[in-house]
């Protein structure tokens, strides 16, 4: 027995789970930081499945390193994006989005 | 039941503990601390799968310095932050429950076909992997062979990034310095020019 975390079932069903879990706050919540949080949410399970399919290959790292661009690129993203949510609180003394419509008709 | 298994049950329950945490919070302090929970919990699952530099570039990045940005920001905002949903519409409540509901149905779905689908393959266990495998001299081989090009594009991307952060973020109104006198001169020497004016008071005007 003891096949429990170690078959990549396991990992990517744990992955899948993350990512609706994050899905459903960023479309849920209103709070801008939350819904910034549950993006890293996703991205997170994307790379636990990438590195659980990574594991199948011995040998081969490509997994990994494409793991390693999306850390780098969430990094980035959560820099921009809490930077926006400081300048929108600037600008209208309000952290959720239903309060950025200035686009509206 | 072995340690492995343990582990890997101990950190798959700490992420989704600290998921669900990160979008049920009603304050987003919990909510950040609940990413914690569940950067931590997939950092274990990376050592988990010998991945053992990116558990620790996953701890450097994502728990010492995203966590501390959304930290940073929420302290920043104060009482601000948002405690707690606003009221709003009946029409918006019921889209976003309805959107909601389409993705949990959708995961659903989807987890109910993979898991009820018969065939006769079974699992098939992960092999036996060396010490190599996920070590910072195997990633970064790869990383500075074959990936090469989009490594320098992601240093780029990360220095656009931050020039960009600190364009967005900072405020207009520290940006003007006070008003400056009108001689650059004056400015510059800060004081009489010649000793026959030691004694006088400067009044801007002999330049």
Request: glycine letters at 8%.
């Amino acid at each position: 027995m003891n096949i429990l975390g170690n078959v990549v079932e396991h990992y990517v069903l744990l992955s899948a789970l993350i990512f609706t879990i994050g899905s459903i706050g960023f479309l849920v919540r209103r709070n801008v930081l939350v819904q910034l949080m549950s993006i890293e949410l996703m991205l997170n399970a994307v790379n636990l499945a990438l590195v659980a399919f990574n594991r199948r290959h011995v040998g081969d790292m490509n997994g990994q390193v494409f793991s390693f661009f999306i850390i780098a690129v969430a990094a980035a993203e959560a820099a921009v994006g809490l930077a926006i949510v400081l300048s929108f609180y600037r600008l209208k003394q309000s952290v959720f989005s239903d309060d950025a419509d200035q686009l509206r008709l | 039941m072995n340690v492995g298994n343990v582990f890997f049950a101990l950190c798959s329950v700490a992420a989704l503990v600290g998921a669900i945490c990160t979008v049920l919070a009603k304050n987003p302090i919990r909510g950040a601390m609940g990413l914690l929970l569940t950067i931590v919990g997939i950092a274990g699952l990376f050592l988990k799968l010998n991945a053992q530099f990116l558990a620790a570039i996953q701890l450097i990045v994502y728990a010492g310095a995203v966590v501390v940005l959304f930290v940073f920001v929420i302290m920043l905002l104060g009482p601000d932050a948002g405690h707690g949903e606003p009221k709003t519409e009946p029409t918006g409540r019921v889209l976003r429950g309805l959107s909601g509901l389409l993705m949990a149905a959708l995961a659903l779905v989807s987890l109910a076909l993979v898991l009820l689908q018969t065939g006769d393959d079974k699992p098939q266990r992960f092999g036996h992997v060396g010490p190599q495998h996920g070590s910072v001299e195997a990633v970064g081989q790869q990383l500075f062979t074959k990936a090469i090009v989009p490594f320098e594009l992601a240093t780029a991307l990360l220095i656009v990034a931050v020039v960009g952060a600190i364009a967005v973020a900072r405020s207009r109104h520290q940006v003007r310095t006070k008003k400056q006198s009108p001689s650059a001169t004056r400015r510059f020497f800060h004081g009489p020019l010649h000793p026959r004016d030691a004694g006088r008071p400067l009044t801007g005007e002999e330049l």
